[in-house]
């Protein structure tokens, strides 16, 4: 069994396809963000507010989970490693007020 406190020398493609996973979940938040400015004449600030959440959402996503992955990407696949449930939870939170703030924009135009 390797030793988990020795970095290892190659980190396989694993903590990689999961960092490439993570940025194309802050591009999608980034497209989301930009799809709500059609609606921003109509309902003014409340688009800014809303654009803003999501591009803060994708901004802290991309940067979090990549300094994440760097710090375990090393020591993988070492037991004990924790999951990305704090990611995972406030990734399903933004769709979902995402989501809401989709259906407000459909039903209010």
Request: aromatic share 8%; glycine share 6%.
């Amino acid at each position: 069994m390797p030793d988990p406190t020795t970095p290892r020398a190659d980190g396989g493609l694993q903590p990689e396809r999961t960092s490439l996973a993570w940025q194309r979940t802050a591009i999608s938040f980034v497209a989301a963000s930009l799809l709500f400015l059609r609606w921003a004449t109509q309902h003014g600030p409340v688009i800014a507010v809303v654009v803003g959440l999501a591009a803060a959402t994708a901004m802290w996503i991309f940067f979090h989970t990549r300094t994440r992955l760097r710090r375990i990407g090393r020591l993988f696949p070492a037991p004990g490693l924790e999951p990305a449930t704090t990611e995972v939870l406030v990734v399903c939170a933004a769709t979902a007020a995402l989501a809401a703030a989709a259906l407000w924009v459909t039903l209010a135009s």
